[in-house]
């Protein structure tokens, strides 16, 4: 008998620890369905308070047009300041200037001695000396090339029966010695050109006579035939 009594005893321990466990885990629904206060805080200030808050934001108001106009005062200054400087810098320089030619100019001594010296110049220095452009000759116009200077009288003379008309005027004739392998040749040259294309054009007209013509460098060697 007791010892039915002792494990009631344990049994009726063990269901109220089981009763007062499920007790603390369940969920507390007050907790739960509680609203968040998501609205802003305010701080409360007396009337005091306010009306110091006024006066300060219109003291603000009514002093800053006047910063504003200082600051562009200042602005004019800053540049009244600089012009002035730049004024005075011209004014330095001018002055530099003048005193520099004060004392580069020339004395009367000096004066007189320049004048001296121009007076008692040569008479030919005070005209200008004249150039005169005399013309460069360069071409000329070659016809024949011979290995006997004897030959060239005769060449010259076949020259004038086969294209007469070319030798109405004097032209002018040069012979030019060229030693070539050893060998002396007389090349017979005539006229006399400044620009290569007029000694070709001349040129092209003794071929028309079934000449022979190079246009080849003048040679100031003349030769009268």
């Known amino acids: ?37 998501d609205s802003p805080e305010y701080v409360s200030i007396t ?9 300060a934001a219109m003291q603000w108001q009514q002093a800053r047009s006047g ?16 012009h002035i400087d730049i004024i005075n810098s011209k004014a330095i320089a001018q002055s530099n200037q003048k005193n520099h030619n004060q004392y580069n100019r020339p004395t009367r001594k000096q004066r007189y001695s320049s004048k001296a010296q121009q007076a008692i110049k040569p008479a030919y220095n005070t005209k200008p000396t004249e150039k005169f452009n005399t013309p460069k000759q360069v071409f000329a116009l070659q016809v024949a090339s011979l290995d006997s200077e004897k030959d060239l009288v005769k060449a010259w003379q076949e020259l004038n029966e086969q294209a007469a008309p070319l030798f109405r005027d004097k032209i002018r004739t040069n ?23 007029n000694a070709q054009a001349d040129c092209n007209v003794f071929k028309l006579y079934k000449l022979d013509c190079i246009v080849s460098n003048y040679t100031d060697k003349p030769v009268k035939l």
Do not use: H, W
């Open 1 to 37: 008998m007791f010892k039915y009594k002792k494990n009631n005893t344990l049994i009726l321990s063990l269901l109220i620890l089981l009763f007062s466990t499920a007790c603390a885990t369940a969920p507390n629904k007050t907790l739960l369905a509680e609203p968040i206060n």
């Open 47 to 55: 009337a005091l308070e306010l009306a110091q808050l006024k006066d």
């Open 67 to 82: 910063i504003e106009r200082l600051l562009k005062l200042e602005k004019d200054i800053t540049y009244l300041v600089n």
């Open 175 to 197: 012979v030019e010695t060229a030693n070539v392998n050893n060998k002396t040749y007389y090349r017979l040259k005539l006229g006399v050109y400044q620009n290569f294309k």
